[in-house]
């Protein structure tokens, strides 16, 4: 089996500045071709210190893939040190040029004379076309090793390499890897990897168990001859998975708890309404960040001050006076009075103390209680992050009260 390293290139990185997101996106893909990532290495712009990266990468690894350091400045070194380690001669192509001035004709912008150095290519290298930018990719092959050199930008990278990089790298492939993703929420993962650890165990499919913000997930890998039938291994470690976990279980493969609910929405022509206090509308922009939402998401009001609870929402002076607005009676009369207002077929509440401070009483911090009123149901959930962090607070809250929206819909829809 081929082993490839990723290799990206930027003091930007280093600093902290752009987040990374080439080297997951080459790592998943490279797995479908059956070809392993060992390492990611990140070194910045800088001639030495690359080249002394690129030299250990191909002592132990059949395959580099470089990103970024591609542009027309003085700092874009990444073709011309990778040509130097290779040993390859660089070379001035006219229809890369030609294409590159065409680029800033259709915009209708000058050309700078410095984007030209993006028309040097390794003589008897790989040009790998760009259909988003100006900087071509590269290959480079020779003793037994692979060098692939593609733009940073993700929006560049991610197409060329699916569209030039896999074919020259057609070789290398042994087999196929795929993965499905079971997602939950409401178990943590270590209660979630003591109902599977038996399968834990296994070495082909395997799984492995993750922890996200607010949900966990066991990813099932299989490696066969092609994807389709490393998906057929993977099938039954998935369902047996789904059978133990139950209703935690709230996708295969699902981007996000979100895309779960406007899919049931949608599916049972249901519409949503949504109250919040300490979550600030943190529910309805998830919900709206999936396309499509408009038809199933109703109204969203955001009610910090009790008064607001109880002249919007119709919550009671009486309960905001016992019980405090962090309490299961105020979450509950808050859905009620969501769903009243919108006429959505689910209100959908949420009351708590993010953070950092508390509400003046003896109530902790990551404190939180969601509900849901429905014409034939009414639920309620009390959480407990036990951390004193605002953001953490905010997003898990969300995602646990859209969660309660799926269980609903789930139920209903089973009887």
């Avoid at 080297?23 to 001639?47: C, F, M, P, Q």
């Avoid at 002394?52 to 003085?74: C, F, M, N, Q, W």
């Avoid at 039938?229 to 789904?242: G, K």
């Amino acid at each position: 089996m081929a082993v490839c390293e990723i290799l990206s290139v930027g003091t930007e990185i280093l600093l902290g500045d752009i987040l990374n997101t080439n080297s997951r996106y080459l790592s998943a893909e490279l797995a479908k071709l059956g070809i392993s990532v060992l390492r990611h290495t990140t070194v910045g712009d800088n001639h030495e210190r690359l080249a002394a990266a690129l030299k250990t990468a191909l002592s132990r690894s059949d395959i580099v893939i470089t990103t970024g350091g591609l542009g027309p400045t003085e700092d874009d070194i990444t073709r011309d040190v990778c040509c130097e380690v290779m040993g390859f001669e660089t070379q001035f192509n006219s229809d890369i040029a030609k294409g590159i001035e065409e680029y800033f004709s259709a915009k209708g912008i000058d050309m700078p004379a410095s984007n030209l150095r993006q028309a040097y290519v390794p003589k008897g290298g790989e040009v790998f076309e760009n259909t988003k930018g100006t900087a071509p990719g590269l290959g480079m092959k020779k003793d037994g090793k692979c060098v692939v050199i593609l733009p940073g930008p993700p929006y560049e990278m991610a197409p060329m390499f699916e569209q030039s990089v896999i074919p020259y790298l057609e070789e290398y492939t042994d087999g196929a890897i795929a993965s499905m993703t079971v997602r939950t929420m409401g178990i943590g993962e270590s209660a979630m990897a003591e109902k599977a650890a038996d399968l834990l165990e296994s070495e082909n499919p395997t799984v492995a168990p993750y922890a996200k913000k607010g949900e966990a997930l066991l990813r099932v890998t299989a490696k066969a001859g092609s994807r389709s039938e490393a998906l057929e291994l993977c099938r039954p470690v998935v369902d047996e998975i789904c059978s133990r976990l139950g209703s935690f279980v709230y996708g295969i493969d699902s981007e996000s708890i979100e895309q779960r609910v406007v899919e049931l929405l949608k599916e049972n022509n249901m519409t949503i309404a949504t109250a919040e206090s300490c979550t600030a509308g943190y529910i309805p922009k998830r919900i709206t960040d999936i396309p499509g939402a408009s038809s199933v998401f109703e109204f969203g009001a955001v009610t910090y001050s009790n008064e607001m609870k109880h002249k919007v929402l119709g919550v009671s002076n009486e309960t905001l006076a016992r019980f405090g607005a962090v309490s299961e009676p105020t979450a509950r009369e808050m859905a009620r009075g969501i769903r009243r207002v919108s006429g959505a077929d689910i209100g959908i509440s949420v009351t708590g103390i993010a953070g950092p401070g508390n509400d003046g009483t003896d109530k902790p911090v990551g404190l939180c209680f969601i509900a849901l009123s429905a014409k034939d149901a009414e639920l309620c959930e009390k959480i407990e992050t036990g951390k004193n962090d605002r953001e953490y607070n905010r997003y898990v809250t969300a995602s646990r009260a859209l969660n309660l929206a799926r269980l609903y819909i789930e139920q209903k829809t089973k009887g």
